[in-house]
C-alpha cells in the first residue's frame, strides 16, 4: 500500500512538472526534455557509447549535476531514460549516484522512476482518454492493434511497450495479448492502411 | 609547470613508451587518432591544449586512465573512493559496462579538474 501511495505522488510530480514547463499532449521531444533539464537544474547531458545493458545514470556530487546517457539509442528510448533520469534527480538526488539498467525494473525507486517518465511523456487520464474516444466506449479489450492506431493519432513519444504496460495496469487487456508483438510491423501495416484510405 | 605543459609531458611519455618500450611516432599517433600531424607534437610542447575528449581518446589508445594525464594530487586523492563507491551501486552489471561507467566516471572528474582551472595556472609540483 505504501509503494502504490509513492507510485501515485510520482504521477503528480510529474504532472506538476509538466504543468511548471508548459508541456501539453503527448509528445515529448529531446529537445523539450532537455529544456526541462535546464529548467530544473541538470547542468550536463551526456552520451556514451560502448553500453550493453546500462541505460543511463545520475550524478549529483562536487562534479556537478549530470546525466550519463547510454548513446546510439532511437530517440524514444532516450526520450524515455531522459525522463526517468529527472525523476532521480527529483526525488533521489541525495541518495547518491544512481545507475540505471535496461531491465532493472524491480526496486521501488526504480520503478518509481519509470512511472514518472510514463506520465510526464504522456499522462495517464489523457491516454485513457484519447484510448476511449478512439474506441468510442469502454473496450472490451485493447489489443496490439488499437495500441497502433493510438500511437499513431495521437503521435506519442510514448514507446509501445510502456503503452502496452500502462495498458496491462489499467485492466484494459490480458498481459498475454502483448508477448511477442512485433510492433514494427503492426505500425507498417497500420501505415499502409491509413495510405491507401487517403489515397481514394 | 601550468596543467597544459603537464599533460603534454604525460602525453610523450605514453607515446615513448608505448608498445613495452618500443614507442610511436608522433605522425603515428595522429592518424591513429584522426588528428592533423603536428597537433600531436604541439600537445606534447603544450602549444596546443587537447580537449577533454581527446585526452579520453588518448586514454584509450594507450590502454591508461584519463586521471593519468593529471597530477596526482589533483585527481587521485578521493578518486578511487568515490569512484568504487559508485561501482558498488553498479555491482549487478556487466563487466563491460563497469569498466564504462568507471571510465565515465573517471572522465566526470576529469573534466572537473580540466575545466576548472585556466589552462595557463601553474601545477604543483
Same mark, same amino acid.
Given at each position: 500500500m505504501?509503494?502504490? @501511495? %509513492? %507510485? %501515485? &505522488?510520482?504521477? &503528480?510530480?510529474?504532472?506538476? *512538472?509538466? *504543468?511548471?514547463? @508548459?508541456? &501539453?499532449?503527448?509528445?515529448l521531444s529531446m529537445r523539450d526534455m532537455w529544456r526541462i533539464y535546464c529548467e530544473e537544474g541538470i547542468e550536463k547531458l551526456d552520451f556514451r557509447h560502448g553500453f550493453k545493458d546500462l541505460r543511463g545514470a545520475y550524478f549529483n556530487d562536487d562534479c556537478g549535476v549530470t546525466v550519463m546517457l547510454a548513446g546510439g539509442l532511437p530517440d524514444e528510448p532516450t526520450i524515455f531514460t531522459m525522463a526517468h533520469e529527472l525523476k532521480h534527480h527529483l526525488v533521489d538526488s541525495e541518495t547518491g549516484p544512481v545507475v540505471c539498467r535496461t531491465n532493472e525494473q524491480t526496486r521501488r525507486i526504480e520503478i518509481g522512476a519509470e512511472v514518472f517518465a510514463s506520465e510526464l511523456i504522456y499522462p495517464e487520464k489523457d491516454f485513457v482518454y484519447d484510448l476511449f474516444r478512439l474506441l468510442r466506449g469502454i473496450p472490451q479489450a485493447v489489443s496490439p492493434e488499437v495500441l497502433v492506431e493510438l500511437k499513431r493519432k495521437t503521435n506519442t513519444t510514448l514507446s509501445y511497450a510502456a503503452l502496452a504496460k500502462r495498458t496491462v495496469l489499467l485492466r484494459l487487456a490480458d498481459e498475454k495479448a502483448f508477448r511477442d508483438v512485433r510492433w514494427k510491423s503492426l505500425q507498417g501495416n497500420s501505415n499502409n492502411r491509413s495510405n491507401s484510405h487517403s489515397h481514394r | 609547470m601550468t596543467l597544459t605543459e603537464h599533460v603534454g609531458q604525460r602525453i610523450r611519455e605514453f607515446r615513448t613508451s608505448y608498445g613495452s618500450g618500443a614507442g610511436i611516432s608522433q605522425q603515428a599517433l595522429a592518424d591513429a587518432l584522426k588528428v592533423a600531424s603536428n597537433t600531436v607534437s604541439r600537445w606534447e610542447t603544450g602549444t596546443y591544449r587537447p580537449t577533454i575528449d581527446d585526452l579520453e581518446k588518448l586514454a !584509450? /589508445? #594507450?590502454?591508461? !586512465?584519463?586521471?593519468? #594525464? /593529471?597530477?596526482?594530487?589533483?585527481?587521485?586523492?578521493? !578518486?578511487?573512493?568515490?569512484?568504487?563507491?559508485?561501482?558498488r551501486t553498479a555491482k549487478q552489471l556487466n563487466d563491460e559496462d563497469v569498466e564504462e561507467l568507471r571510465r565515465y566516471a573517471e572522465y566526470r572528474r576529469a573534466r572537473q579538474v580540466y575545466t576548472k582551472r585556466p589552462p595557463g595556472r601553474k601545477a604543483k609540483k
Open positions: 505504501r509503494d502504490t @501511495g %509513492y %507510485y %501515485y &505522488e510520482m504521477r &503528480e510530480l510529474a504532472l506538476e *512538472v509538466r *504543468v511548471r514547463n @508548459g508541456i &501539453e499532449g503527448a509528445n | !584509450r /589508445f #594507450f590502454g591508461k !586512465r584519463i586521471l593519468d #594525464f /593529471f597530477p596526482e594530487e589533483e585527481v587521485h586523492t578521493e !578518486r578511487d573512493a568515490k569512484i568504487d563507491a559508485l561501482l
